[in-house]
C-alpha cells in the first residue's frame, strides 16, 4: 500500500513540475472571461476556455437591470464581507506578507506581451489609500518588468472595480502550490483573517 502511495505521489508531482501555458484576454466588468487558452504537457493538451460576457447573466433580468449602480456600491460597503476586507487592508504585517507573497509568484512566471490595466478604489479615500499601500510598491515593481506594460491605478472618489489584462504566461503548478502553502501556513496570515473577522463583527 505504501508503495502504491508513494507510486502516486511521484506521478501527481512529476505532473505539476510540467509547465503550464496560458494565453488570455480578460476584461472586468465587461467580459467574465475573453479568449482564454489554456495549454500543458508541453503543447500535447490544449483547452480553450468560452467568452462569458457579464451582460449575458443580466439577460432576462430586468430587475437586476434597472437597479441602480449606487445602490449596488452602498450594499456593497454594508457587507460583512466587504468590511473584512477592510479590517485585512489595515494591518501592515499581513500587507507586507501579501506583498512577499505576489512578488514570488511574479517572479516564478514567465511572461511574454503582457498588458494589464487596473483601476481600483473602495469609495474611502482612507480604505482606498491603505489597499494602495499594497498596490503601489507592486506596480513600481511592475513598471520596471521587460516585455511588460502594466499600470495599475487608484480610485480615491469611488467603488471601483476594472481590469483590462492581456498576453502570454507559463508557470509551473507545483512552484505555485509551495508558494501558496508557505502563504497558508503563515502564522501572520491567520492571525490577520482571525483580527479581520473580530473587527468586522
Sequence with gaps: ????????????????????????????????????????????????IPS??????????????????????????????TRSI????RQDKLRKRIVRFIKKQWHAITKKDLYLRVRVGLGDPADTGRLWAVFGPLAGMFANARSVSIEIEPDFADVTFDVDSSGS????P??????IAALMMSPTVWIGIWQSRTAAT
Design 52 to 81: 462569458a460576457r457579464l451582460s449575458a447573466h443580466l439577460e432576462g433580468s430586468s430587475q437586476k437591470a434597472e437597479i441602480p449602480k449606487h445602490d449596488i456600491r452602498d450594499s456593497r460597503r454594508s457587507t460583512g464581507k
Design 86 to 89: 477592510l479590517a485585512l487592508v
Design 169 to 172: 504566461i507559463q508557470l509551473i
Design 174 to 179: 507545483l512552484q505555485v502550490l509551495y508558494h
Design 1 to 48: 500500500m505504501l508503495t502504491g502511495v508513494a507510486a502516486f505521489l511521484s506521478i501527481l508531482i512529476a505532473l505539476l513540475a510540467i509547465p503550464v501555458g496560458l494565453t488570455f484576454h480578460v476584461a472586468w466588468p465587461d467580459y467574465v472571461l475573453n479568449d482564454v487558452k489554456l495549454r500543458w504537457a508541453f503543447g500535447l493538451i490544449r483547452i480553450n
